[in-house]
């Protein structure tokens, strides 16, 4: 199969994923394209004058490793707060705006890494000059991105509808207004609300441009739906090596977003893999609370390995009961197996000691933190 990049060999898991080739910017200290690895951005879902709770929220998606943070700037007050916020926050941040050219020089000089804005909807050639200016000065990226809902009148009688062609179109047609006025520092998202629109529109536009490419579906859904949807479309696209910087768009808090992104790259090889977590499907003999412990063990081995990203990632497995738990996680090299209150822990299939309920959790951990650091000691 040749796919769109030119790449004789589809994804298979055997060899790493070849990246398209595109130029590099810069977005803060994340480098995006190039070869650069596929980085993991989000959206604040707080008002933006709330400077607290827009902190509160941005924190924690630094906390599950998301790299870029986009914020709504709506208004100059929006603007006074985004340079608040970017005081408080290490992760870097894109002022994401519609239309008011003002707003975007205004937000620049108030520290953010990047833009995103569509330099066709601000009005004129000299307040698109005066926007680039703006960013070039200190090297601010601007994303030009084109959602299938809010295609220019023009395009949309040209193509006769929010197709992939018209998506690109119209996307280059932003682009092109931000070279003529000398820039380059761009990155470019063609989103339709469906999969196979966004995999055409992507794939076209990867034909065209060596811009970088943001990916993602728009207006993809809850959880379940916006899964499936960002799954399928953005991992179709990296598996075949295009896409640079991904958002999976949910109607959930931010930190869903995050976690679905990072192990959508985790599944593609791109990131390293997460906490190897097993669990049992449970039956009429689980004497624990395995959905319980198994959460709760995923949430804090992701922990550790962000703070210890080269550490040791040992099968950890939870069952249910003794009878047949040990059994099943014969291929773990960690596991415990309920029992009323508690807890047998098995090494390597090897029964070493009963722990409480309540202790399952460190119990595990402890084991986890042991191996890697046995491992680092041979
Ligand atoms: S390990 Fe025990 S509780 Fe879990 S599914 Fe198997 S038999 Fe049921």
Avoid: W
Avoid at 329 to 339: C, K, P, Q, T
């Amino acid at each position: 199969m040749q796919t769109m990049n030119g790449h004789a060999q589809p994804f298979d898991g055997e060899r790493p994923i070849a990246r398209r080739h595109t130029r590099r910017i810069r977005l803060g200290a994340v480098e995006i394209g190039g070869g650069a690895p596929v980085s993991v951005q989000s959206m604040t879902k707080t008002d933006t004058h709330d400077v607290e709770a827009t902190v509160a929220q941005i924190r924690e998606l630094e906390a599950h490793g998301c790299q870029i943070v986009r914020v709504a700037v709506a208004d100059a007050d929006a603007v006074a707060a985004l340079a608040r916020i970017g005081e408080q926050v290490r992760v870097p941040l894109v002022a994401d705006i519609h239309f008011d050219h003002k707003l975007a020089v205004q937000s620049v000089a108030a520290g953010v890494a990047g833009l995103r804005i569509n330099p066709g909807n601000i009005g004129s050639a000299a307040k698109v000059r005066e926007v680039v200016a703006a960013a070039a000065e200190r090297q601010v990226p601007i994303r030009v991105g084109v959602n299938g809902g809010s295609l220019e009148k023009a395009v949309l009688a040209r193509f006769g509808g929010a197709t992939a062609e018209a998506l690109v179109e119209s996307a280059l047609g932003h682009v092109a207004l931000l070279e003529r006025a000398g820039y380059d520092q761009i990155k470019i998202s063609v989103k339709a609300s469906d999969v196979a629109r966004t995999v055409r529109a992507y794939r076209l536009l990867a034909g065209r441009t060596d811009y970088p490419l943001h990916l993602g579906v728009t207006e993809s859904g809850t959880l379940l739906r916006g899964t499936v949807y960002s799954s399928l479309a953005i991992g179709m696209l990296l598996a075949e090596g295009i896409g640079d910087t991904i958002r999976v768009s949910l109607t959930e808090p931010p930190a869903r977003e995050v976690e679905v992104a990072q192990e959508l790259l985790r599944a593609l090889g791109l990131r390293p893999p997460g906490p190897r977590v097993i669990a049992c499907p449970t039956c009429g003999r689980a004497q624990i609370d395995v959905g319980r412990l198994a959460h709760e063990v995923e949430r804090e081995l992701e922990r550790y390995y962000r703070e210890q990203p080269d550490a040791h990632r040992p099968v950890v497995a939870v069952m249910g009961c003794v009878v047949n738990g040990p059994g099943e996680a014969r291929e773990a090299d960690i596991a415990v197996a309920g029992g009323k209150g508690r807890a047998a822990l098995y090494l390597r299939g090897r029964h070493v000691r009963t722990v409480q309920e309540d202790q399952v959790v460190p119990a595990l951990l402890e084991q986890v933190r042991r191996f890697s650091r046995d491992r680092r000691a041979r």
